[in-house]
């Protein structure tokens, strides 16, 4: 048993930086990748970013490639977000695998929502002059 916690939610101006951390300590469920994902009203949940158990495999959606980044340590997987867009606007939630996505696939099937089983509550991210 399990919960998968975000922090570092917040609100920043557009061109600003936030860091978002994904609580994994102690999870002892079967995975192979974390994933970042988010949800801005009216619109559907989309990939951000993904990594493997490992740390030796990553991948980005194109929206966010160069300006945002994914970790991961033994206890945490962080998501720094630099050069922030008001479209970035949503509630960032992590999620873990269904022990399906190894490095092999990662890239191309990562960002799909539907390769993950596990979900945080999410933490809201709001980019606004």
């Known amino acids: 048993q399990f919960q998968l916690v975000e922090s570092g939610g917040g609100v920043v101006q557009p061109g600003g930086s936030l860091r978002l951390s994904c609580d994994i300590s102690g999870f002892t469920r079967g995975y192979y990748a974390i994933g970042w994902f988010r949800q801005a009203p009216g619109k559907e949940r989309e990939g951000v970013a993904c990594?493997?158990?490992?740390?030796?495999t990553i991948a980005y959606a194109d929206s966010v490639k160069g300006r945002f980044t994914i970790s991961k340590t033994k206890n945490t997987v962080d998501l720094q977000m630099n050069s922030l867009k008001p479209e970035d606007t949503a509630v960032y939630y992590c999620a873990s695998d269904s022990a399906v996505l190894d490095e092999t696939i990662l890239r191309t099937y990562g960002l799909q929502q539907q390769y993950y089983d596990y979900w945080g509550q999410g933490t809201q991210v709001t980019v606004s002059s």
């Open positions: 990594i493997s158990k490992s740390g030796n």
